[in-house]
C-alpha cells in the first residue's frame, strides 16, 4: 500500500503514547522534533524513557491502558507488543476520529513515520512503503549529507520575504527565482 505523503500541523493537538519501552521512546524523539503536547501511558517505563519525560516535563501515567484512555487525543501510537491490544486500541480510536499508529502492524496504522531529515524550518520526509526501512534510514543519512550548512538562514530569509510581499503572480515569480537561484549555487 503506498502511502500519501502529508505534514500535519500539530499545534494544539494532543498525542497520546501507549508504551514505555524503547519503540516508544523512539517515537517519542522523533515527536519531540515537532510538539511537546504528549502523553505516555505504561505500566512500566524505560531509562530513557523515564529520562525524556522528565526532560520534556510530560504528562504521563504508569498504569496499563483502559479503554477511554484515548479520550481527547488527536493522535494515537500503540508501541507495545501486544498485538490484541494494538488492534482494540485501532478500532477505539476511529470512535474518536484520532489517527492511529500501531507500531509494526501496519494493519492497525492510519499513518506511519517516516525517516526523515530535520535541519529547523526544512524537512524531509522519505518513505519506501514499509518495503525497505532500512534503505529509507540509509538515503536519509545520505540525504542529509547534502543540505547546505547555511539552509536555515536561506529559509529565514525567504520567510521574511515572502511574508512583506503581497500575494499574487509578481511575489511567486521573484521568490521561485531566489529559490533556483540558490539552488544553482549550491
Not at 524537512?123 to 542529509?144: C, E, N, Q, V
Amino acid at each position: 500500500m503506498a502511502y500519501f505523503p502529508a505534514f500535519i500541523k500539530l499545534n494544539g493537538e494532543k498525542i497520546l503514547i501507549v508504551g514505555g519501552g524503547r519503540i516508544a521512546c523512539e517515537k517519542l524523539s522523533h515527536l519531540l522534533d515537532f510538539t511537546n503536547n504528549i502523553t505516555v501511558i505504561a505500566s512500566e517505563f524505560s531509562d530513557n524513557m523515564t529520562q525524556k519525560i522528565e526532560e520534556e516535563k510530560l504528562e504521563f501515567k504508569k498504569k496499563l491502558y483502559e479503554k477511554g484512555d484515548i479520550v481527547g487525543f488527536k493522535i494515537i501510537i500503540i508501541a507495545v507488543d501486544d498485538i490484541s491490544l494494538q488492534k482494540e486500541i485501532f478500532f477505539e480510536s476511529k470512535k474518536y476520529n484520532s489517527l492511529c499508529n500501531a507500531v509494526d502492524s501496519v494493519e492497525y496504522c492510519d499513518f506511519i513515520f517516516p525517516s526523515y531529515v530535520k535541519k529547523d524550518d526544512l524537512t524531509i520526509a522519505i518513505s519506501t512503503s514499509g518495503a525497505s526501512p532500512a534503505f529509507a534510514k540509509y538515503l536519509r543519512i545520505y540525504l542529509s549529507k547534502l543540505i547546505p550548512p547555511n539552509i536555515s538562514s536561506f529559509l529565514k530569509e525567504m520567510r521574511a520575504v515572502r511574508s512583506t510581499l503581497p500575494k499574487g503572480k509578481e511575489r511567486m515569480k521573484m521568490l521561485d527565482a531566489k529559490a533556483k537561484k540558490y539552488i544553482d549555487s549550491l
